[in-house]
């Protein structure tokens, strides 16, 4: 069965470390990764997705995201957060072509400490 | 552009009453979805439409629950009868290329 696996439940950092959020899939065929946000009392957003081409995405707000598809892996980075980006944050996944529908994984609640 | 929109925000029912929730998606999204989220998991789909058409319902409790989208826009999603696990945030969302635009989403207590 198709399935998104999120390493961490909670993260806690402080401000200007570095962040790393795993993120791994089980899909069969040519997949599109998506990474959502949703602040405290807000909705959810997308924060970076990837379709194709360079492996290394860049996302708002300076976040990555890299593909490695001998990993089955798009893990979310960046290289120092701020008090702003507590957040819970969401790795989804979907099949290319089609109306395929988008899984997502349990989120990662981080919360940055000043 | 306005964003998707959802009513009711909150809703409090007593077990085994029935319950409607309402989404307009953004205009010019021909595809509508409604997910599940229960508090500490990631939104599940429940079901994707394309247009006014069902494209995937597999995780939908048919039993209980039933989703509407006729004229290819807004869309209805009910609960007859609730059960206490019912309770969890609902999620609608659109697109037009292939992800989701989310609204904020309806907060279900069933008691």
């Known amino acids: 069965a198709q399935s998104v696996s999120q390493h961490n439940h909670h993260v806690i950092l402080s401000e200007a470390a570095s962040l790393e959020l795993g993120c791994n899939y089980s899909?069969?065929?040519?997949?599109?990764l998506f990474w959502y946000v949703q602040y405290p009392g807000q909705h959810l957003q997308l924060l970076l997705k990837?379709?194709?081409?360079?492996?290394l995405v860049k996302g708002i707000k300076g976040f990555e995201a890299e593909f490695i598809k001998s990993k089955f892996s798009f893990n979310l980075r960046k290289p120092s957060v701020q008090w702003s980006d507590t957040a819970e944050y969401f790795c989804?996944?979907?099949?290319?072509?089609?109306?395929?529908?988008?899984?997502f994984g349990a989120g990662t609640r981080l919360a940055v400490h000043p | 552009e306005a964003g998707v929109a959802q009513s009711p925000r909150y809703k409090i029912i007593e077990k085994r009453q029935s319950v409607a929730f309402w989404c307009n998606p953004i205009?010019?999204?021909?595809?509508l979805y409604w997910y599940q989220q229960i508090l500490g998991q990631g939104p599940k789909l429940l079901i994707q439409?394309?247009?006014?058409?069902?494209?995937?319902d597999s995780q939908l409790p048919k039993d209980r629950f039933s989703a509407e989208r006729l004229k290819g826009v807004d869309s209805t999603l009910k609960i007859q009868p609730a059960k206490l696990e019912d309770s969890a945030v609902y999620l609608c969302?659109?697109?037009?290329?292939?992800?989701?635009?989310f609204g904020p989403g309806t907060r279900l207590l069933v008691l």
């Open positions: 205009s010019g999204h021909a595809t």
């Open positions: 989804a996944v979907t099949l290319s072509g089609g109306y395929n529908k988008l899984i």
């Open positions: 990837y379709f194709s081409g360079d492996p």
């Open positions: 439409f394309q247009n006014n058409g069902v494209v995937d």
């Open positions: 969302a659109s697109s037009f290329d292939g992800y989701p635009y």
């Open positions: 899909y069969g065929g040519t997949v599109n």
